[in-house]
């Protein structure tokens, strides 16, 4: 009798445990999400909507800071998600 009382006390402590950290597994995934769709909305109304990456409608100048902005900031959003990623969960068991 003495093991069925420790048994429920052990289960609700893994549970929340789980919760817990599937809970920060999604706000990983929402963050990763949404810091990548910022980024390519910015990019997109920079090269595209303001043209310095349209080479008809931008000067070589633009251009080069454009293109030279999109690999510096994909960099750094590759770093970041990286940063994000990098840590494993630990096992529930």
């Known amino acids: 009798m003495a093991e069925e009382k420790e048994n429920p006390e052990r289960e609700p402590k893994k549970i929340d ?18 810091v990548g769709f910022f980024w390519m909305v910015f990019n997109v109304f920079l090269g595209l909507y303001l043209g310095f990456a349209v080479p008809e409608e931008s000067t070589p ?8 902005w999109f690999v510096l900031s994909l960099g750094a959003y590759l770093y970041m998600v990286w940063r994000f990623w990098r840590k494993k969960m630990d096992n529930p068991d």
């Not at 445990?17 to 949404?34: A, E, G, N, S, Y």
């Not at 100048?61 to 030279?68: D, E, Q, V």
């Open 17 to 34: 445990k789980l919760d817990r950290d599937l809970f920060w597994f999604l706000i990983k995934i929402m963050r990763t999400i949404f």
């Open 61 to 68: 100048g633009r251009m080069i800071f454009f293109y030279s």
